[in-house]
Nanobody, 114 residues
Framework: QVQLVESGGGLVQPGGSLRLSCVGS????????VDWYRQTPGKEREWVAS????????SYADFVQGRFAVSRDDAKNTVRLQMNDLEPADTAIYYC???????WGQGIQVTVSS
């Protein structure tokens, strides 16, 4: 079955960096675009970034443009989200999703706080 597992979250100070990973299994990973979303309590889940199935194209929400970068390593069935210059407003549970179909990871907590 399709499975997505995030890792790499945690607590970081404002201005710091974290790198999230999303490992996929149960589907042809190199034939799938992947999205990142995030959600905070009381708010709807919001789109953060996407990477195309080739990895040649990536897109970002305005609020992370220039700070976050998404990449993929198909040899490891992994998509990564490099998050730099983190702000307290980036605190959320981050999810990866296969772009086609309703397949989500379990989510990983990112907390930005001094």
């Amino acid at each position: 079955q399709v499975q997505l597992v995030e890792s790499g979250g945690g607590l970081v100070q404002p201005g710091g960096s974290l790198r999230l990973s999303c490992v996929g299994s149960g589907f042809t990973f190199n034939n799938s675009a992947v999205d990142w979303y995030r959600q905070t309590p009381g708010k709807e889940r919001e789109w953060v970034a996407s990477i195309s199935l080739t990895g040649w194209s990536a897109s970002y929400a305005d609020f992370v443009q220039g700070r976050f970068a998404v990449s993929r390593d198909d040899a490891k069935n992994t998509v990564r989200l490099q998050m730099n210059d983190l702000e307290p407003a980036d605190t959320a549970i981050y999810y990866c999703k296969r772009s086609t179909g309703d397949y989500w990871g379990q989510g990983i907590q990112v907390t930005v706080s001094s």
